[in-house]
């Protein structure tokens, strides 16, 4: 079955970086694209940035541009998305998602808290 496992998320004091992964499994990762969302506790899940299935295209919401890179590796079957600059309003439950088969998929999520 289709799988999404995220990891890399964690502690770091405002103006940090950090790289988020999500490793997919159980479908044709190269053929689809993927996209990184956040849920921030009492917020709803907002979408972050996305990358096409070759790579060449991606889009980021505005409070993230500049800041964030998604990129993907196809051979790795991983998605990642490197968070610079970080701020406190950036904290939250960072999903990587996909759709295939007219059927969204989502990870479990990786906790991201940006300490002031």
């Known amino acids: 079955q289709v799988q999404l496992v995220e990891s890399g998320g964690g502690l770091v004091q405002a103006g940090g970086s950090l790289r988020l992964s999500c490793a997919a499994s159980?479908?044709?990762?190269?053929?689809?694209?993927m996209d990184w969302f956040r849920q921030a506790p009492g917020k709803e899940r907002e979408f972050v940035a996305t990358i096409s299935w070759s790579g060449y295209v991606t889009y980021y919401t505005d409070s993230v541009k500049g800041r964030f890179t998604i990129s993907r590796d196809n051979a790795k079957n991983t998605v990642y998305l490197q968070m610079n600059s970080l701020k406190p309003e950036d904290t939250a439950v960072y999903l990587c998602?996909?759709?295939?088969?007219?059927?969204?998929?989502w990870g479990q999520g990786t906790q991201v808290t940006v300490a002031s």
């Open positions: 159980g479908l044709t990762f190269s053929n689809i694209p």
């Open positions: 998602k996909t759709r295939a088969d007219s059927t969204d998929y």
